[in-house]
């Protein structure tokens, strides 16, 4: 079995005071790494720093919302300072604002698209201008979601950034890459103040506080677990075991970890000078058209009563 050792490594973690960031944050401390914890709630990221303190680790919170170029530039110039470099850079911090297209306002589009897609993207560049400098590589380790991949009813803002979060994955895998730099997105499912609002889940984030075992449907079947359960990808990635790749999204929950494939075309079809609305409507049901994709997340597969 490799080991994972990153010891010497430094880290910033957005929005690691509770959840999975708090699971990512606990998690590269115990591999070697210090750590930033970065939230916009000051008592969550000092009790974070306090248990990764306790806990035998090295952390120090630095209290900012990100979405902006000052956030960003204040994470990683705390690392700097406080441990002289940045190797691993974890966006996680989030937020959701659901609800349907038609009664969606912009305040909840701008809401979600800041703290995710610009949070990923104004943390990423500073990031990656530090570890250029440095000229040794690193991590970036962006975070995706199922909503993302698949599209997800009322979370239009959210699937929108999550979606353009696996975007510039693929594309900054490539901006990045000869300077050592790999860039992922991961794409978690657990238990969290954010997915204990789903329905069918909550009888089950109910038990799992009470210390009950998830039954193996929902760890293995649906990969839904514990926030610790998905952050054992984040020290993996961030380690030279996984220097080697980059441009991916990776699926993990529960007892399950998963590739995602990216879109590519599936099919194709020709018309010789190119197509008119007319030769597409009688061509493209029997072509292109005969397999649609589905889109959405698939419900969950609960065994028979
Ligand atoms: N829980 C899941 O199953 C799941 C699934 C897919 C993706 N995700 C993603 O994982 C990430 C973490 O989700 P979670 O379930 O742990 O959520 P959570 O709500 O439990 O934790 C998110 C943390 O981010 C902090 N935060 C919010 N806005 C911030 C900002 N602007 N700057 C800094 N911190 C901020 C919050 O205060 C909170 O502590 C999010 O990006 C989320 O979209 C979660």
Redesign the pocket.
Known sequence: MPSIDLTGKAAVV?????????AYAHALAAHGASVVV????EA?AEQAVKSITEAGGRAVAEV????TTE?ADRLVSRAVEEFGRLDVLV??????RDRVLWKMTDDDFDAVI???LK?TFTCARAAAVRMREQGEGGSLIL?????GQRGNFGQTN?AAA?AGIAAMARTWSMELGRAGITVNAI?????????ETIPAFAPYAEAMRNGEPLPDFLRKGEG?GT?EDCAALVPFLASEAARGITGQAIGI?GDKVALWSHPQEISAAYADGGWTPETLADAFPTSVGAELQTVGIPAPKFPEA
């Open positions: 957005t929005g690691s005071g509770r959840g999975l960031g708090l970065n939230d916009i709630d969550v900012v919302p990100v979405g956030a966006t996680n911090a989030g937020i959701l800041t703290t995710h949070g975070v995706g979601s199922p909503a959210y999550k794409v978690p499912v657990a238990a969290t103040a954010m997915t839904f926030p929950g």
